[in-house]
């Protein structure tokens, strides 16, 4: 490493202790080891942190907001009363419908607006979602973060790029502050929502002076980056740790094309805005549940082996309350020990989004990666979204160019049929390009059926 480098990290690094002092105070590192030595603790000690936790909030959400506390009084359930899992069972859970509709009464009375921070979901499904999160709530996310992302071969002060989005409407102020951000923080971000091949191509040259020890991206924008350098033939050395793939399912094509080019891997972290970080993956593979910040529960009658949406509980959030919270997302759990030596339970497969999971008549549920893997291969094909409209109905919208043929359109729908059922009616429209919605994101797969089926 060149000195000046070594005197960046250096002094990232206390910027970085400087910034957690200033937010959580001096007993910050006090806290981070508290947090490290949790999460390596044996599984029962690590359940019993959670569940002391879940009744902890429990007894604040039916003591402070006026939703819980009317939800149980009308069914008569004490929150004392709830002493192990299986009881959680006997509270409903909470939809998003009903996150728009009564978000006032599911404040907490003990904060006042001032301590409350208001944050929206991205919307890449649907309307934003709004919900308030206590200023202490982050503090406790970041601890959760910074023991996780370490996975990664992150650690405070060492050069991160990002490729992330950037809101359209960023102010000139905004965007001072986070060019300031970023040079404490040793951060270099790059705008996946607006790029291009020139622009990725010049930042790899740009990589290579500065370096980057980590990176961290959406999922489908580390994918873009990787096809460029692939097509052009760049392959960058720049001494890469690890790579953390965030806020999209990370498809196996994209994995394998990722580690290809930057030769190291790839961690997926699947989180949310609602309720932060929910799992990451470990150097095994596995995916390991956040017991530090949420309780998760799979809606299904056999959770380690029929897959159902995922419920969460979050532990810290107590200017907003999310009991058994339907976060739209379809997983199963999985009951095996980790080899990587940690022992936080497994979150055994992410199926993705619930209106990204498709459903066949005869009840199966059908990963949307699944036509993703299929057809992203396909040359002639530049884009693709199918949408599930009905049990017998899809429709399939292509991006092609001159070579597509009437055998590659067969195939296509013959993979559809295959998936969700010989008689299901799959109706094609040929496209010059499938529009970005304001999110940035391009949903491939898209599923009504499975968001009917959760109103
Ligand atoms: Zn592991």
Not at 265 to 277: A, F, I, K
Not at 283 to 288: E, L, N, P, T
Request: one cysteine or more; glycine letters at 8%; aromatic letters at 12%.
């Amino acid at each position: 490493m060149s000195i000046i480098r070594y005197a960046k990290n250096t002094f990232s690094k206390s910027a970085w202790c400087a910034y957690n002092a200033y937010r959580q105070g001096a007993h910050f590192r006090r806290r981070l080891a508290e947090t490290e030595r949790r999460l390596n603790g044996s599984r029962e000690e690590i359940l019993q942190f959670q569940w002391n936790r879940v009744c902890r909030m429990l007894k604040h959400a039916y003591e402070t907001t006026t939703y819980y506390r009317e939800l149980f009084d009308s069914l008569r359930i004490r929150p004392e009363a709830i002493q192990r899992p299986s009881d959680l069972l006997q509270i409903p859970t909470l939809e998003k419908s009903t996150v728009r509709v009564r978000l006032g009464e599911l404040v907490s009375n003990t904060y006042p607006k001032s301590q409350l921070k208001r944050n929206a979901t991205g919307g890449s499904s649907g309307t934003p979602l709004v919900f308030y999160q206590d200023n202490g709530y982050w503090n406790r996310r970041n601890l959760s973060v910074y023991y996780f992302d370490r996975w990664a071969g992150w650690d405070f002060g060492e050069r991160q790029l990002i490729i992330w989005g950037f809101p359209a409407n960023h102010s000139k102020a905004g965007r001072a502050k986070e060019q300031l951000n970023s040079y404490w923080r040793n951060h270099w971000w790059f705008n996946g929502f607006n790029t291009s091949e020139a622009k990725m191509v010049n930042l790899s040259k740009k990589m290579e002076r500065w370096r980057p020890q980590t990176i961290l991206a959406y999922a489908s924008s580390l994918y873009q980056f990787a096809q460029c350098l692939h097509c052009n033939g760049l392959t960058p050395d720049w001494g890469l740790k690890g790579i953390i793939s965030s806020a999209e399912m990370l498809y196996p094509h994209y994995r394998e094309l990722a580690e290809q080019v930057f030769q190291t891997p790839v961690h997926n972290r699947y989180g949310s805005r609602e309720t932060g970080l929910i799992a990451m993956e470990c150097s095994a593979g596995r995916m390991h549940i956040n017991c530090n910040d949420i309780y998760l529960e799979i809606d299904s009658d056999e959770p380690y082996t029929k897959p159902g949406e995922i419920i969460i509980t979050h532990l810290n959030n107590y200017g907003m309350p999310f009991v058994r919270y339907r976060i739209g997302d379809v997983g199963v759990l999985s009951n095996e020990i980790c080899p990587c030596g940690n022992r936080t339970p497994i979150l055994g497969d992410l199926l993705g989004r619930t209106t990204a999971t498709f459903r066949s008549k005869d009840g199966r549920w059908i990963h949307g990666g699944y036509f993703t893997q299929q057809f992203y291969g396909i040359k002639t094909v530049s884009q693709f979204q199918l949408i599930q409209e009905s049990y017998d109905l899809c429709k399939l919208k292509l991006a092609v160019d001159d070579a597509f043929t009437d055998d590659t359109l067969g195939w296509i729908v013959h993979k559809i049929k295959d998936a969700l059922g010989a008689d299901v009616h799959v109706e094609t429209d040929f496209v010059e390009k499938i529009p970005k919605p304001p999110s940035g994101k391009i949903a491939y797969t898209i599923s009504k059926v499975t968001a009917k089926e959760r109103r």
